[in-house]
């Protein structure tokens, strides 16, 4: 959920800008029932008069995502490269918001002003066509924000990493202050490979398949979409894309030009028409998402298409992890029905978006900065980059969300600290991860649920039993009788034990319930569940 | 969660033995609250009369955890070797049940007689110590039944794989009619790497330290506690043993002899007062585990001891699928107190307790079965131990949970599949996977709660307002009004509109307000929610 904010003036008057803003997605681990997670905009919003501008570097959801959720709460122009931008201009439409808020913009050497900020963006290679590095001049001194990015000198789809140009670029003024680059990959040792090495084996694969063959992929990867579409037409099979985000994609890619010569594809309708040796599906769903296309597949017939004993099923992705679980789940389905799985073991037929260390060293060198502000990775991949940094002589920082560091000097400084949480989207709300609402969620699922309810009447008497309902919970405790039961007999002793000053409290007559529902259902079932009473008094 | 049923004699009267009662682990994505799950028992219980007894191959979770659960529906003699067996006994003990069910037995050439079976325990390496292969001697021939095993001719501690002896085995009568086996890396292409590879680089990870080292591994992996030991030992360190489960099977191990010359340790409260540079922990929790020694260590001081900058935390394990998020976490939160995480990259500081593919294929080739029942493992890893075997000539078939299959004639042969479901344990009390428990526990946490109450008095008329109170949902809807508000005021109105012959219906108030609930929700916060409708009557 990236969201990174420059700023430059006088303390506490700096203009800013803000690069992306991106979102990540929940689990049931931590944020059940959640639609989608994004940082917590409350600095930002409190200051937006300061903002200048909104750049996004590219139309990964977690750079772009959630930018239809926060825009209101900024209104600021946001600028982006004609993919990145198209697709961002969508996803505006269905939120309501004018899609000519996002200005199309050309790459360097354009240069776009905001407030202090000379900003360009400048072409650079990832896994999604147009994906762009920032270069931001400011009287300071030149940021080169990177974006994610590879060093790919043929992504067959978008444009290649061209070192000439960052090599001008660094040499130019007073050359790079400070880079503040991608760092998901430090831990691999191995220079990255091109998204070009996979045409072959992925054609391969697919020439010796006799049944039919589905592949998924990253529906943002339009080269590898290209990749896998080419290698099926060559082996005489029909293409068929499934699923929404995929098709965009590619309809997007091919309207704004960055993705030429796409082999046509025929509709689901069309396919399942067409023998299945002379077949090729591209689904989503490589992550094992619930709703995507594979987890449709893997559960039967979808879209009047369905998987048989001697089809192939190929990963051409990795598992990001936490997805692990999902992606499994698919695999064994797959497995049940007899249709062969390939994953991406060895990595014959997926590559990474992301500069791995010698990639990363290889920048540090090609742009000389003084700085080095690591981005893009968890606190251990962030920590490991500032240590390569360090071990070149290059001043570092590892900045954890909410950190805000003075670059203006010769080495990064933190100045302050700010209140940076997450923010959900819970249905069609947006919510305080603090709020709450998710604890209780989480506290209903893992303890299960009591609930009871209390009549008294006007002279503050019980008026019948308590009554009790459990959702989420054994109907049949230890002794053998059922446990709502044998907690409605405990309160009933407990009421009528009571005095008429307990009797009058509701907080007492609370508490008291609470505490023999969470008693008795110890004895009974081993687990103290989540307990809401509800008193009504008719004399109220 | 393993469990093995093996029968013999006719139809439907054969004499069976039980190999494993194992537990699987729960997850908040399936099965949140619940604390242990294993196989729904219902068919071995209902023909409990005709076990004649239960044999635990190894003392790994997966396959002796059950037995304190389900030992009660059974009540069969147990066999096991000494240390698999005093494992067990210290479970019964805490379970209440005699630790002298459990009999302690030789291995082969000791023969144990169970009706119609002969049975002998093979010692078979695998990284916990004493694992057991089991030859199945019957009246229709020979079934060696692996348990978990790897090829390793110096594990450190316990037995290491002895060809000969499983030569001499096949060479035996009419030698092996069916082999069981385990398939957990059939998809690894190397052949598996020996425990005694891992001394050196673990010593010299060890040695180069300057801080604390903190070491976690699988806490049954004695001859890893061993190795990581001895090299703390060798680089100068006291080592202090942390977590219950480790403990314990070190102690075990020493007891019953399979353990020797393992370096003394000291305590906790020893261990706080050495310098940093001179300790090392070896700690539980390498799965991520959220109360074991690893995940507290990474909140923060734990029995007096701290993590700090410069110190160094080695996961000698890999991470078993799905636990991923729980390991990052800790990984990260050990980056951000400057601790250095080294995890298994590349394999020098862990090996699988598994045989890999080439393994595999060297025991068929060894035991030269007629038959192979490919075990343990996903659904994907059965079926290519099956077209493996296939492969070979050898017939094969894959069975899924509660397939029975007979052995007798040639190949094998599915006769029936036999209902085999899942048993939750949940606090003190166990439950069925279909029982709904976890259902609604699932739905309340994705869904969140609407709970309404409603009192009717003597002429059928609402007695006051209903009363709504929502847990896990936002408190305030779209509208800005209060969410309960919102859907109390729609009620009221339904109430009053509703004709008396509703009123006296509870079924249809119910369903009413349970639709008014998830209406109102839906418009105002995009969710439809759990609703529990509880309807009292004063003329009750």
Redesign the interface.
Known sequence: MNAYVYGYGPEGKERLIVVDLGVTFP????T??VDLIFADLEWLEANADRIDAIFITHAHEDHIGALPHVWNKLRKPVYARAFTGRIGQLKLEEAGIPPETIQIVEPRPKVIEAGPFKVQFVPISHSIPESSGLIIDTPAGRVVHTGDFKLDGNPIVGEPFEPEMWHAIAKEGDGVKVLVSDSTNV?SPLPGRSEATLAEPISELIRAQTGMVVATTFASNVARLKTLAEAGKAAGRSVCLLGRAMKRMVSVAEETGVLKGMPGTISAEEASDVPRQNLMLIVTGSQGERRAASAQLSRGKYLGLELKEGDTFLFSSKTI??N??GV?RI??A???M?VD?VDD?GGLYHVSGHANRPDLEAVHELLAPKMLIPMHG???HL?EHAKLAADKGIASEVA?NGTMIDLTGKAPKVVEYIEAGRTYL????Q?GAM?G??R???R??????C?V?L?LDEEDQP??EP?V?L????????SGAPLAETIEDEMTQYLERASIKVLKNDDKIDEGLRRIARQVS?E????KP?V?V?T?R?T?
């Open positions: 689990d049931m681990d931590g059940p029932g831990f992890p936490g692990e679980r499994i695999m064994n797959f497995s049940e007899g799985v073991h968890e606190h251990r920590r954890t819970d249905g069609s709300v919510i709020d609402v998710v209780d969620r989480m209903m699922a893992l303890n299960g649920l609930l309810t009549i008026l019948g009554w309902e959702n989420g919970l054994p109907k049949l405790g230890r110890m009974e079932i081993g687990k989540e809401i509800v009504s008719l109220d």
